[in-house]
């Protein structure tokens, strides 16, 4: 006999389904209802009589669906759709910005490759115009030694110019491999690299690819001082000890008086120092080791066209400076002819003894004016300076001394009062201020920041300022027949010391220098 096996599954019944499981939402019949016990089993009539009649759950469930799908649009809307196009935004209006300073920090070290490029090549004009320079002067030197002419040619000017060509040999004469300057241009383009990984890894870009050219300077630790009574001096403040260098002979070839020398600041390598004054200069020099020889010269320009003057005005009070190499610039000045300042700049070659009139370059006519090397010697800082009627001009220019244009870098306020003095540290790129109400002042130059500092003491509107070229500005002040003040400075510390000394060492002295 056979045996049906044959079970219900699903919709595939045995029997006639007339009924329904809601709980398994399944078709049952009478033969598998025993597969759903204790679940709720109804008529499919039941079923079919709801579902055309007023409790159809359809309509329910359609706007259940709505509702859930409004719900789900605006979340999706308010926290995907509008945060994402959020970040689109930003981020493409950030890295818009990204390219536009990108593209300005291209042109710059563009401008800089440019300017470095102008630079080094003005460097290696210079080195060879000076080369020139010697080699002509030396040629001229041989031809007068060849066909000499004792009636009309200065015999001492003549063995003093040969002993100097001999210490040039001597000391100077292998002038060794130009060095141009590419190193900062190197620093700029890690600098541009680590920018643009910044960048990348937190998408904050910080354009800032300043270098910062590393010198090492040796501590100027001696004051060179000149009066019209004993000569240069020196007086090591380390030591303590007072030297007379170059006193004065029966030697005409020396400044008849020091009162317009103050804001001179010549004092050379090669044992040399240059004095200027109306339309002369003056130099003391160490040859072979032998004392100092004293020499005169007249301030002209040979190279000088019909819209320059051939001569230097008769002007006093001129301000000077060393470039550390072999020109010394002069500005400005008292102009003793018609009685007004000079806004005129020249430069003075040491090696060939030439001077040349650059022009009225100056932003003002005006005399006393404080200078300042920059670590680059390219740059002088020319701080304050006085016009008629003791006109304070409180400024600070910067004069290029590649290009020779002077820009206004600094217009001082009202409130930090008339400035008697000042002077650039490039140590901290910083400018220091002294007012003539005794008020001293510190000014950032990359914060742009002004800061009152503890003042020194009361002093007279005369000062002078040296800057030893690491920590320490000296200050000289209350220069009279009588006495002289010497206070320093630590910039680190911002404290003050007075210097002793033996006195009467500088008395009736106005001419002062630093010197290693």
Not at 217 to 224: D, R, S, Y
Not at 249 to 258: A, E
Not at 270 to 297: E, H, T
């Amino acid at each position: 006999m056979t045996v049906n096996t044959f079970k219900c599954e699903n919709n595939l019944h045995q029997k006639s389904t007339e009924l329904v499981c809601l709980e398994c939402n399944l078709t049952v019949c009478s033969k598998c209802i025993k597969l759903h016990p204790s679940h709720l089993i109804v008529d499919q009539d039941e079923i079919s009589n709801e579902m055309f009649g007023s409790d159809n759950v359809l309509p329910l469930l359609i706007e259940k669906r709505n509702n859930q799908k409004s719900y789900d649009t605006n979340i999706f809307e308010n926290t995907v759709k509008e945060v994402s196009n959020n970040e689109i935004e930003s981020l493409s209006k950030h890295f818009t910005t990204t390219r536009n300073l990108l593209k300005v920090k291209e042109e710059n070290i563009k401008n800089t490759l440019k300017e470095n490029y102008d630079e080094n090549l003005k460097k290696f004009n210079d080195f060879v115009q000076t080369n020139k320079q010697e080699i002509e002067w030396s040629y001229d030197l041989l031809k007068v030694l060849d066909n000499p002419n004792p009636d009309t040619e200065d015999k001492v000017k003549f063995i003093q110019h040969y002993l100097m060509a001999e210490h040039l040999m001597e000391n100077y004469g292998d002038l060794g491999i130009l060095e141009y300057d590419v190193s900062h241009l190197i620093e700029k383009k890690d600098n541009l690299n680590e920018i643009i990984k910044t960048e990348i890894n937190s998408t904050s870009l910080v354009c800032n690819t300043a270098s910062v050219v590393k010198t090492e300077k040796q501590i100027l630790n001696t004051i060179l001082t000149f009066n019209y009574e004993n000569g240069i001096e020196m007086y090591n403040m380390s030591t303590k000890t007072h030297t007379n260098v170059a006193g004065f002979t029966l030697n005409v070839n020396h400044p008849k008086s020091s009162d317009e020398l103050l804001y001179q600041n010549a004092s050379c390598p090669r044992d040399s120092f240059y004095f200027f004054n109306r339309n002369s200069y003056w130099s003391a020099k160490k040859i072979r080791g032998l004392d100092y020889s004293w020499n005169k010269g007249e301030l002209s320009d040979p190279t000088a066209t019909e819209d320059k003057q051939s001569i230097l005005p008769s002007l006093s009070k001129l301000s000077t400076m060393f470039d550390g190499k072999s020109t010394i610039f002069l500005f400005g000045g008292y102009n003793s002819i018609d009685k007004s300042q000079s806004s005129q700049v020249s430069r003075f070659n040491i090696i060939s003894e030439k001077f040349e009139i650059l022009g009225d370059i100056l932003l003002e006519p005006k005399q006393d004016i404080h200078l300042s090397l920059d670590v680059d010697a390219h740059h002088i800082y020319l701080i304050g300076g006085t016009s008629k009627a003791k006109t304070h001009h409180n400024t600070v220019d910067r004069f290029n001394t590649l290009t020779r244009k002077i820009e206004r870098f600094l217009q001082i306020p009202k409130e930090i009062g008339d400035i008697s003095g000042g002077c650039y540290c490039p140590l901290n790129k910083t400018i220091y201020l002294l007012s003539s109400d005794s008020r001293f002042h510190s000014y950032n130059t990359e914060t742009k920041d002004y800061y009152q500092l503890n003042q020194p003491y009361e002093h007279t509107e005369i000062v002078k300022f040296l800057y030893d070229g690491q920590d320490t500005i000296y200050i000289i002040n209350d220069y009279s027949l009588f006495q002289i003040y010497i206070y320093s400075f630590n910039i680190i510390s911002k404290e003050w010391n007075l210097i002793p000394y033996e006195f009467g060492i500088f008395a009736h002295s106005s001419y002062f220098s630093l010197i290693k």
